[in-house]
Structure formats: C-alpha cells, structure tokens
C-alpha cells in the first residue's frame, strides 16, 4: 500500500490548496486512507481535511476547497494505491488458463479485486474479500458490486471455483442484500454442472438475495486445454433448454419485481438458432457489458442513424471483419447500408484458429488470424475492425500485433469501430 502523493493534476482543488508531491496522504475528514475506495468514497465531500505527512514524518492539516463530488487531483504510484489482489480460485472454466502460451504476460494474471468491480465494473467472485472489506463496503455503501455467481449450492460453487471459499463467500451475497449493496450477478454455464435444476435454484436464491439483474452466458473453451478438467460446449439443444428456463422464471420475476433480472446472453440466443429479442425484453441495456443485448442495440442504433440519411453517399467499398457468430447481423446491415445510400462493402467472418474453432466472438480474433485469412482478398480499400478485438484504449490484438502490422500486411488501412451502431455506420459511409 502506498498513499504517497507522485503528482498533482494542473489547477486542481489539491494544487489550489497547495498540496506537494511526495507527502503521504494519511486522512480525509478525519477518516484513514488506505487505498482507492477511501480515497474517492471521503474525497467526495465538500471542503474536505487532509492530515498529509511529508517525507522527514512531520505532519500538517490542510482543508483544500472544493465543491461536492468533485475529485482532489492528486495521483499516487499506482491506480489503487496498492496492488490488484490476484485470484485465489481454480475455476474449472476460467478463460485465462485456456490463453495461448507465448501471450503477453498481463493476459495471464487474475484479478479478483472487489475494489475492480467498484471503479472498473469487473466480476468478482468475493473469495478473497475479508471480513473487514466487507463491513467497509456495507458501513460505506458503495454500489454497485458485480458478482461472479455460477451456483448458489455451496458444495458446487465450491467445485465450480476450485476454492472452499467458495461456499463461505456466498454469505457476502446475503449479508449486501440485505444491506441494499446493488448487486449485479453473472453464471457461467457448464451443461452437466450448474445447469437444470442446479440453474433453477441459483436463479431462486439469487432473486431472493436482492440481485438487481443477472447474464447466463455460455462457457468458452479454447483448444488449450490440456490437463483441464473435462467440460462440454453449450450446443443448440442446451442453448434452447436454457433460454426456455431463465425466460420462464424471468417472467416471473418481471411479475414480482418489476423486472426480469435474468437475461441469456446473446451467444445462447446465437447458438440456439432463435432470433434475438425485441429491445424491451434487454430493460434499458442492464448486462450488455456481459454481452446481453450488444447486436440488438447496434441494430437499433444503426437503424436508426441510417433513417436519418436521404440519398447516395460517396465512399470507397469496404470489408468488415468480425467472429463468425456476428457476421449474419452485420451483413444485413451492410446490405441495409448499401440500399439506402449506395455504398458497397462485405463482412467476413474470421475464423478462430488461434484459440480453437469453438471460439467464434469477435473479441477473441488475433491480429494473425485477421491477416491469414484477409491477406490477398480484396477488402475494397478499407478494412473495419470492432473495437473489442484490441487491449482496452490501445491498439494491440491479443497476439501482440499492432493495427498498423496489419495495415502493413494487408496494404489497406484499418478503422477502430466503437460498439456503437451509429459509429458503425459513420465508418461505413466514410465519416471516420
């Protein structure tokens, strides 16, 4: 843990009050400071006091002026002022001990970090989180946390993670529930383990326990799996059981609760052969980080955008690339595209032949993949590729390959596309 101050952000309340760089940040308002959480939970007040202590151990008060919820501006040696807290569980499905060996080396760590969950929206399954975390985050009230469920029969969770704590830490569950933490809630599925009447009874529990909404997603397994427990793919059969099930008891909850809470991602609906639902069934988009509704809402926003256009539009002809379970969609908006304003363009769905054909997202495609399987076609000028493909605010594909090494291959340039169907269609009229 470290709270020393590294620096200062320009005309900030911190620099305005005159706090220096290398002073070790100890309170705020009279509350101690050990990490992230408490930084940004008692710097949100007004007008706050800090006791900062200087290199040589003196101390000095400081109020620094301010108004409510706007930041300090001070900075420390890392983003949580301590290091991200690994994962303790051995998940029979856990995606990162199916990576590619020869992968950089952050794509191997595990975080579990609840404090990742609060600022970042990650999933954490609260094996790692002690007692006193969690009285912090109860007496705190910090919302909302996002939880990697799967089971709520303790001996399967317990199997399911590869960790006793497993079971323990579904008291965690109960304990935020009923101190109203808003808890969002994912379950991986296993065919064979959690699914069926095991589904059930995680869905009942989870409703009980106060979970404000719920994914179920499929299992993704890579063909790196050697010396991994035995899993099966969710196949159309299951994916149709599946939907059936978390539709019915979604329906139930709607009644109750005023919500459905419990949403199939849009991978089941994928591999099901359903169409996907309407918008109203997504509820104002609640788990599309987690994949629930995303094709519908690019759907929706590219429709609507493409409304708002009245005639041809000049711009070269394109190909985008995408996963193989996308392609379908993004063709009949390319196809939608091309009636309305003329500009011509195919999609090309790359198959996953680094991380095994049974991975068909976009958000696993390598940049080696892209050019195996582009080099030599004609891409019509231009080549779009999904956001998701690359490191989270950079330009890096899972393989380490940069978007400019595929420019270079491939002798077209690439456009980076937000998961957005508005700048979707900004791309493909040659807007971006």
């Not at 970090?113 to 609060?118: E, G, I, N, T, Y």
Request: glycine share 10%; charged share 25%.
């Amino acid at each position: 843990m470290s709270t020393v101050i590294t620096s200062i952000d320009r005309r900030s309340p911190a620099e305005r009050a005159g706090v220096r760089t290398g002073e070790k940040l100890i309170s705020i308002g009279g509350h101690a400071v050990e990490d992230v959480l408490d930084y940004r939970f008692f710097g949100y007040d007004r007008d706050p006091e800090l006791v900062l202590e200087a290199p040589d151990g003196t101390r000095r008060v400081l109020r620094v002026k301010k108004p409510e919820a706007e930041d300090l501006g001070l900075n420390f040696e890392t983003y949580l002022m301590d290091e991200p807290r690994p994962c303790s569980n051995h998940c029979l499905f856990c995606f990162v001990d199916q990576m590619a060996p020869g992968c950089r080396d952050t794509l191997y760590f595990k975080d579990d970090d609840a404090r990742l969950s609060f600022l970042m929206g990650n999933y954490i399954t609260l094996t790692n989180l002690s007692p006193r975390e969690a009285r912090r985050i109860i007496d705190l009230r910090i919302s909302p946390i996002n939880v990697s469920v799967h089971a709520t029969d303790p001996k399967l969770r317990a199997a399911l993670l590869g960790n006793k704590a497993g079971a323990d830490s579904l008291e965690y569950m109960k304990a935020f529930g009923r101190a109203g933490i808003v808890m969002n809630g994912q379950i991986v599925l296993c065919p064979g383990w959690n699914d069926g009447d095991q589904l059930q009874r995680t869905m009942e529990d989870m409703a009980q326990w106060g979970f404000a909404s719920c994914s179920v997603v499929p299992v993704g397994l890579t063909r790196f799996r050697e010396g991994l427990s035995r899993l099966r793919p969710v196949d159309r059969e299951t994916a149709n059981q599946v939907i059936d099930q978390v539709n019915a008891f979604g329906e139930t909850c709607l009644e109750r609760y005023g919500s459905r809470k419990f949403f199939c991602s849009d991978e089941l609906y994928i591999r099901s052969g359903r169409d996907l639902p309407e918008e109203d069934y997504y509820e104002d988009y609640v788990q599309i980080e987690n994949g629930v509704g995303m094709l519908r809402s690019l759907m929706a926003e590219f429709e609507a955008g493409l409304r708002l256009e009245d005639g041809p539009v000049e711009a070269p002809p394109y190909t985008i690339a995408t996963g193989v379970s996308a392609r379908p969609y993004l063709q009949a908006l390319a196809d939608k595209a091309r009636e309305k304003t003329g500009v011509t363009g195919q999609v090309s769905a790359i198959v996953n032949d680094f991380f095994g054909h049974t991975i068909d997202v976009a958000g696993l495609i390598t940049g080696q993949d892209l050019i195996a399987q582009l080099k030599g076609k004609d891409l019509g000028g231009r080549l779009l590729i999904p956001v998701n493909m690359l490191r989270h605010g950079g330009d890096v594909f899972l393989d380490d390959l940069r978007v400019s090494d595929v420019e270079a291959a491939l002798g077209v340039p690439v456009t980076v596309v937000e998961q957005d169907g508005f700048d979707l269609l900004d791309a493909i009229l040659g807007r971006k």
